[in-house]
């Protein structure tokens, strides 16, 4: 059973169609990424999965039970997701810790305590323990998201999203970013992130989906979807990119 099931999702925006009956499917410990042009609807995409945005046609499913379904509590559906944005948006008036432990403790009622010391453990393996009581502006741009990213695991998602998580970076520092989403694969943690790395999504990802005005037009392994496209707004797409 996969982990994430979208089937036929349809969004649209006033009389933009921006989803546009797109189905996904993310098997356990795979990463798929996602690639397309500005507007392709990658985000929106991820939003959906996230709940944070509503489908306005079709179902989504985690685990193999409809998050769509208005019966579902979403706060306990985001509790099973992780989702990591562009800018990293941290709270600039809070620590580390605290901007790590806030959503666990206050939104899904999680021991103060425990929540702190799986944060400081988290803190610990990648590398950023002694950076536990600075607060953002103190830590490079590359140190921010993986706090970030800290903050979406430490509920241990079943599934994380990252959206373009180092488009906002100094070239510098997209690496270390890029070795922590590295790390998280080894470690078998689903993933489905949107990232105009090229190279990164041929080395990490098991699978490629071109999305194209809202629809998947192109998915596979990423030596053929990058290597050798079959659909030519792929190719266009590469050739505009590489
Ligand atoms: P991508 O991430 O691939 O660049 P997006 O999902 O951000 O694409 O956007 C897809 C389309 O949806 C774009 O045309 C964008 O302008 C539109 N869109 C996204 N969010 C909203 C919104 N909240 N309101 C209106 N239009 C939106
Ligand atoms: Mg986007």
New binding site residues.
Partial sequence: MPVLSCAHLR?V??T?V?LDDLNLDVEEHRVVA?I????????????CAALL?EVDDGTIHLDGEEITDPRVDPDAVRRRIGMVFQAYNLFPHMSVLDNITLAPVRVHRRARDQARAQAREWLDRVGLADQADSYPDRLSGGQQQRVAIVRALVNSPRLLLL??VTSALDPELVGEVLTMIRDLKAEGMTMVL?THEMGFAREVADEVVF?DA?RVLEAGPPQRVLGDPTEPRTRQFLSRII
């Fill in positions: 969004k925006f006033g933009r921006v996602l397309g042009a500005s507007g392709s609807g990658k985000s929106t995409l991820l939003r945005t959206d373009e949107a999305l809202g």
